[in-house]
């Protein structure tokens, strides 16, 4: 969520439709952040496939690096949460 709940107004602030390329597992239900007590707790829903079309975005699903803006930035993909940084 704190990649996304300021994307809708960006969108309508650009006003044209734009690729976005996303994990494919980003639209997937019930995302939490688990506690060390066990409770779990559940993300606002901020990102909507539906809403997302609607507002004329071109979603490009990947789990491997995509080049965009003409090949001339590289986004990353997938990274391994036991991958060191």
Avoid: W
Avoid at 24 to 31: E, T, Y
């Amino acid at each position: 969520m704190d990649h996304t709940g300021s994307l809708k107004p960006i969108l309508e602030r650009l006003g044209k439709p734009i690729p976005l390329v996303i994990h494919p597992d980003a639209f997937l239900p019930s995302r939490y952040l688990l506690l060390p007590d066990g409770k779990k707790l559940r993300f606002p829903d901020t990102l909507n496939r539906k809403d997302l079309e609607q507002a004329g975005v071109q979603i490009v699903e990947s789990r491997k690096p995509v080049p965009v803006a003409g090949g001339r930035i590289l986004v990353t993909g997938e990274i391994d949460e036991d991958d060191e940084i």
